[in-house]
């Protein structure tokens, strides 16, 4: 069973920066993707980004270019580098695995979960 820990959280104030880390605990095989997801109180989980097994990278739009996700020297690992946060980004950040297969989307699994707040 694959598990994901997460780090980087955090309290900061509006206009700085954050990194966040997420490691795997093993490969998968397949096409695959790594990536964020986050929740605020009150509100569904959304993505964030994502950085696909073929190094394509997926940005949600509120990004909206303040966020990099990267991949570590390891395939294991992945970062979110955050600059300019607002308060709005807010919430419990997920790291994610899944696979895509001839089937469609599989969710390997799910980190613990970090805490990001931005005070205004």
């Known amino acids: 069973q694959v598990q994901l820990v997460e780090s980087g959280g955090g309290l900061v104030q509006t206009g700085e920066s954050l990194r966040l880390s997420c490691t795997a605990s093993?490969?998968?095989?397949?096409?695959?993707?790594m990536g964020w997801y986050r929740q605020s109180p009150g509100k569904q989980r959304e993505p964030v980004a994502a950085?696909?097994?073929?190094?394509?990278?997926n940005y949600a739009g509120f990004v909206k270019g303040r966020f990099t996700i990267s991949r570590g020297n390891t395939k294991n690992t992945i970062y979110l580098q955050m600059n300019k946060l607002e308060p709005e980004d807010t919430a419990v950040y997920y790291c994610?695995?899944?696979?895509?297969?001839?089937?469609?989307?599989?969710?390997?699994?799910w980190g613990q979960g970090t805490q990001v707040t931005v005070s205004s």
């Open positions: 994610n695995l899944r696979r895509f297969t001839d089937s469609g989307m599989e969710n390997i699994a």
């Open positions: 093993e490969t998968i095989s397949g096409t695959s993707a």
């Open positions: 950085i696909h097994s073929n190094g394509g990278r």
